[in-house]
């Protein structure tokens, strides 16, 4: 990140009111019928960001855009009420949506709260799954796009970068994403507890189910060495195989089969129990005692429970599995506070550097206002001097100048010496709106009745 | 006797100690790498505590309850740094280095005396002897700690109710070998030190006897450790079996130690 030092109002352009929006939806505003109609492709982002800008009311512009939520983030170009409306009507018009089915479906943030929604974002806590890590690679996608495409700028590039910062912290400060969220992932990380790590183990997959697959979908992440599938339906298991990338075998090989692999994951329907205490006492004996993983996601329990106590044996069904997750989810929560002081803390460094553009901007635009109303006072008076030599001219133009650098040269050194001064943008708005520095500069030249 | 540099390695073990502890909660790299640091410093410190001593007393300093207390906890810190280094595991430091902290305080507790004792016995082979012995005994502590970890994990694993330090303690399988690497180091250190033993008693009697009952306490020692080396190797055994056996060979060590020494010998007898 930036220091915190005041930014230098030439290297930006000199900016007002610093007018930061955002509008979105995401899974608690709107349903997934909605959510999928307003999803941006990437290419659509990085268009929806560049023609934000040539509304002209949009300066700087991202697209965060993931299965959960659309959002669009604004910088305006001048401050101005109205920068959301827009937002809203652009956000309509390009997904071809009528803004009264997008009622009450839309949050709308500005300034400081709108630099908390991102934050919140990145840290994970507006997620559907509490402190879920995807999300932040997924705001950095976001902000890298805009920025390969010249879409950002000194503000939102701030707050990105903050927001990857906040991210980055509240997932190593925190225990909020350390911990399992889905059955599937609860499985996976089991085995790990036992294996380690689990490249190099086997795999058998009995039966299918959505959250077996998923499982395997996390062994396959973990480079697992082998991956078996059994299934009552032969054409069903070729089938899972070919999508999991293993190799299916017939129902009738199933106890043979039991003997090599050291994760079996079974998701069976069915009254009975598939794996028997017998069936596995004989298996592990063939295995030598090595120790076996077992996720039985059946309901019924495709596992008969007394293979509990088989020793090397760990058996995990959907019950234990569940509560898991349910500790899990409890600790992340019990995590929530912690993660919004990191927020909080950010927000307020974001504020500070934010004051700081403002009050570079400010400062730049009171010396031009001096410096127009010395030449038009200088232009007004000279005139009627008769006998003044260009020598004391000169020197009265000098004075002037120098009277007027004066000026500004204490508020400013006081500016960027005290960061306590910046905080308040409010009070930096007051302070245009005493000097008059958001009229047009137009307005601020002499009139020629004021000049003669 | 002057006990600056035993505090300083206090001070470095106990910061170790609470940056294992952020580390296992927090997990953040630095803060682990921080802790490895601090057990680095804190071992330095302390070799140069007992390197005073050995010149003081012109011997290693084992037999008096400071010098043996302080060379076993300054051994269970080399061997941890060692087995750290070598599986590249940082999780169970925390629990490692009270036990190191322990055994520094109770040394320190028992403030060394300033009169220098007689040796009543020196020579570099006889030195290597009791330090490798001592490595010995540090190294099976480490890995009787090890064990008790893996049959508390492995029990919480089976009930379904991991806590927060349940996901960042290393796997069983990664605690059984570097169990297995502690006793390897033990085992092999017994034996050379035994050894040692030997040729030097034969240089000063002349003969060798094993009727002394710390010499059969480290024979049942060397027969239970490769018993447990031994039934590791077959996978039926490896698991909480194994750990239970570790754990349970480590009350011999402690019989050697202590009661072996104190009231069954009086050619062992050190303290």
Request: charged share 20%; with cysteine.
């Amino acid at each position: 990140m930036a220091s915190d030092s005041i930014p230098n109002a030439s290297d930006r352009g000199t900016r007002g009111r610093v007018e930061i929006a955002l509008i979105g939806c995401n899974h608690l505003t709107a349903p997934v019928e909605l959510r999928e109609r307003v999803v941006f492709t990437p290419e659509q982002a990085v268009r929806a960001a560049a023609e934000l800008r040539k509304t002209g009311v949009i300066e700087e512009a991202v697209v965060v855009s993931t299965c959960n939520r659309s959002e669009l983030y604004g910088v305006a170009a001048e401050s101005d009420q109205s920068t959301p409306t827009v937002m809203v009507s652009y956000f309509s018009e390009f997904h071809k949506i009528p803004k009264r089915e997008l009622d009450g479906r839309l949050y709308q943030h500005v300034g400081h709260e709108a630099v908390r929604h991102l934050f919140r974002v990145a840290a994970g806590i507006d997620s559907m799954l509490l402190g879920e890590a995807e999300i932040l690679g997924q705001v950095r996608e976001a902000y890298g796009r805009a920025l390969e495409h010249g879409s950002t700028g000194p503000v939102l590039n701030r707050m990105f970068q903050g927001a990857l910062e906040v991210g980055k912290r509240v997932r190593s400060e925190t225990e909020i994403g350390t911990r399992p969220m889905s059955v599937a992932l609860a499985s996976v990380k089991l085995a790990e507890r036992v294996f380690g790590n689990l490249k190099g183990h086997s795999a058998l997959i009995i039966g299918a189910g959505s959250v077996a697959e998923q499982v395997v979908e996390h062994l396959r992440l973990r480079e697992i060495r082998e991956l078996r599938v059994v299934n009552r339906s032969f054409e069903r298991a070729k089938e899972l195989a070919r999508r999991m990338g293993g190799e299916a075998f017939e129902w009738s090989n199933l106890e043979r089969l039991l003997v090599q692999p050291d994760i079996l994951v079974t998701s069976v329907s069915g009254s009975q129990h598939v794996l028997t205490r017998t069936m596995l006492e004989r298996a592990m004996a063939a295995r030598s005692g090595r120790a076996t993983f077992i996720v039985d996601l059946g309901v019924p329990r495709n596992v008969e429970p007394e293979a509990e106590g088989l020793y090397n044996v760990y058996l995990f069904n959907i019950d234990h599995l569940g509560e898991i997750v349910e500790q899990n989810k409890r600790a992340r929560e019990a995590e929530v506070p912690r993660v919004k002081g990191l927020i909080d803390e950010h927000v307020l460094k974001f504020l500070a550097w934010q004051s700081g553009l403002e009050a570079a901007g400010l400062l730049d635009a009171l010396q031009k206002r001096l410096e127009a109303e010395r030449k038009a006072l200088l232009a007004a008076h000279l005139a009627h001097f008769d006998g003044i030599s260009d020598a004391d001219r000169a020197r009265l133009e000098q004075l002037t100048e120098e009277l007027v650098n004066r000026i500004v040269e204490m508020p400013s050194g006081r500016l960027r010496q005290s960061r306590k001064l910046r905080r308040p943008v409010e009070g930096l708005a007051a302070l245009r709106e005493l000097f008059g520095l958001d009229e047009r500069e137009d307005a601020a030249k002499p009139s020629e009745d004021e000049k003669k | 006797m002057n006990l600056q540099l035993d505090y300083v390695s206090l001070a470095l073990y106990a910061a170790s100690f609470g940056f294992y502890t952020l580390h296992l909660y927090r997990a953040k790299r630095w803060m682990g790498l921080l802790a490895t640091i601090l057990l680095a410093c804190g071992i330095a410190a302390q070799y140069y505590a007992l390197l005073e001593r050995a010149r003081l007393i012109h011997s290693i300093p084992y037999d008096d309850l400071y010098g043996s207390m302080s060379l076993f906890a300054w051994l269970v810190a080399l061997t941890y740094l060692g087995l750290e280094l070598y599986h590249r595991q940082r999780a169970v430091g925390s629990l490692v280095l009270p036990f190191v902290l322990f055994w520094e305080l109770l040394a320190i507790a028992v403030t060394p005396s300033s009169e220098l004792p007689a040796p009543q016995a020196s020579g570099a082979l006889f030195a290597l002897h009791i330090t490798i012995g001592m490595l010995a005994y540090s190294a099976f502590a480490i890995s009787f700690l090890l064990s008790v970890i893996y049959l508390v994990q492995n029990h919480v694993l089976r009930r379904g109710k991991p806590g927060l330090a349940f996901w960042r303690f290393p796997a069983l399988d990664l605690l059984e070998r570097m169990s297995r690497s502690s006793v390897w180091v033990g085992w092999f250190a017994l034996i050379v030190s035994t050894t040692f033993g030997f040729v030097w008693e034969r240089r000063l009697t002349g003969h060798i006897g094993v009727a002394d009952p710390k010499v059969l306490a480290t024979l049942l020692l060397l027969a239970i450790y490769a018993g447990y080396l031994w039934i590791v190797r077959a996978p039926a055994w490896r698991g909480a079996r194994a750990a239970l056996v570790c754990a349970c060979n480590f009350a011999v060590v402690l019989f050697s130690y202590t009661v072996v020494n104190l009231y069954f010998t009086s050619f062992h007898r050190y303290f």
